[in-house]
């Protein structure tokens, strides 16, 4: 997407205590019907169209269940085809990444690398920030680049273990380490402190979680961005997957490896100058950060009121209504981060994504946005919407109340879904080049394949119950995702879900019970597929 910037200087910064912007902050005209952005919307409407279309041609009588499943049908279709349609288009963008730095290149200007942490096992963390450190200096970053680990860890024994990690690289000059006593505001909180005792003296700040984990030549590419660009506000590094201790953390990072690059060009093509922010692995301009901290506090109780827990979004909208833009560097060279292990610790990250996700609609209509930050909120949204929304679509096929003939929607839909597997594939058969890398990336893609069309179902299950926990008013605060405490054994209650959903199709939709196959037989075999994804590799 092309942003055409209209600039109107004002006066001011935004905060009374720090130092003048750099910058002068902007009002943003985004032009959005342009290049990229028509072609993804063509094609996702292209897609929408077909899909409903198929429902449609397939539905035997207009029942009032099937008069409910048309909307519904829709804005599934919406959502799977904007995701086909990002995949198209990352790949006919070319690959624009510059790996290569100029020989005697140095930054003009100061970044800090801010590392939060709450506690987490800080010595993975320490040994990477040691090779890090190490790896600045070797490229001549290390007078203009400087290590900050913002801890909000409580409890004696994971205080005692933090410090044990930490304070020996602080005492040698590794990094500089700082404990808040009380972490109010949390991560935002804590990066918002840094920012008023040390903002001053660095142009930019780059945000990593616990389990993030950078290079020193990307940070040196970020840095040289920043610096050629002076209006970017924040850059948000494309963010692969560290190798897992599981078969499922090893699926993620199959998965990242295949679809990441790819949808990331797509996205970051169609989002343009509005890009989004994904809460790590990120550069922002100090100045920038000043113009768009003060996050709004939504009236009323959690989980709909009170702090928003998936800042990062907002973060982002806010920054480029200050007039900064937002980019997103594709390239997952060199910045990582680690998958949950296990399904359960997957699930209990995912519910803190979901209430902050379902909060933003509450900011969709906040004046000055722009379009393009507007469906960045708006997709985040409808990620955990859409789960709920099969689940319905699923039980009116089950009771037979959707009349449908014939296998084209299952086709039609079968085919939109796998339009970005087919793209990472046709992509990596391309750069493959030699027969074995040719089989070994085809074994990859088919593995991936089989274990996301095992999984889904379980997710759709999960996250359809997140979704009506927010509904009616429970809090899951701000948890780590660690994982919660079992009540039944692994799988067992989707099992029994699975079940039952087979023991209403089968006698109530008759030969229509086949369209719930590739949903029910995940679902009765979830305790095993859990026991296999989840051993040790």
Known sequence: MRVEPRLIQQAGSADPASPQDPWPRA???????????????????SMTIAIVAAFVTSLTAWTPAAMIALPL?????????????????????????????????RPSTRTALLITVCNEDPRPLAAHLAALRASLARIGLGETVQIFVLSDTSGRENVAREEAALLTAHAAGVLTYRRRAENT??????????????????????????????????????????????????????????????????????????????????????????GNYWGHNAIMRVAAFRSARSLPHL??????????????????????????????????????????????????????????????????????LTPTSRVHLA??????????????????????????????????????????????LLERWQAARTLRRRVVMLRAALGELAVSSLIAPLVMLRQTRSVLSVCLGRDCGWKSGK???????????????GW???????PLAGPAALWLAPVALPLCCAPLVMRVLEAPV
Request: hydrophobic share 50%.
């Open 379 to 424: 997709m985040g949204v409808l990620s955990y919407l859409v789960a709920p929304i099969w689940l319905i679509l699923v039980v009116l096929v089950a009771f037979g109340g959707v009349p449908v003939s014939g296998e084209l929607p299952l086709i039609v839909v079968a085919g939109v879904l796998l339009t970005p597997k087919l793209c990472a």
């Open 500 to 506: 039952a959903l087979v023991a209403l199709a089968v």
């Open 27 to 45: 009002s943003i005209v985004e032009t959005p019907w342009h290049g990229p952005t028509v072609t993804v919307l063509a094609l996702a409407l």
């Open 73 to 105: 049908v829709t804005v599934t279709a919406i959502w799977i085809s904007g995701g086909a349609a990002t995949a198209l288009l990352g790949l006919v963008v070319p690959d624009a990444r510059s790996t290569r730095l100029p020989a005697h290149w």
């Open 185 to 274: 505001g949390r991560k935002p909180g804590n990066i918002g402190d840094w920012v008023d005792s040390h903002g001053a003296h660095f142009d930019h700040m780059l945000v990593l979680d616990a389990d993030s984990r950078v290079s020193a030549h990307r940070v040196a590419r970020m840095i040289r961005r920043m610096e050629q660009e002076p209006d970017l506000g924040l850059l948000q590094a494309g963010i692969g997957i560290l190798r897992g201790r599981t078969r499922f953390g090893r699926h993620q990072r199959v998965a990242s490896c295949l679809l990441a690059p790819g949808f990331g060009r797509g996205l970051a093509a169609w989002s343009g100058r509005s």
């Open 299 to 368: 009236s009323g109780a959690a989980p709909w009121g009170g702090m928003i827990l998936s800042h990062d979004f907002v973060e982002a909208a806010w920054i480029r209504r200050a007039g900064w833009a937002v980019a997103l560097d594709p390239d997952i060279g060199g910045s990582a981060e680690e998958a949950p292990q296990t399904i359960d610790a997957f699930h209990a990250r995912d519910r803190r994504w979901c209430q902050g996700n379902l909060q933003h609609l509450r900011l969709l209509a906040e004046p000055g």
């Open 483 to 497: 994982g919660a405490q079992r009540m039944l054994p692994p799988g067992l209650g989707e099992a029994f879900a």
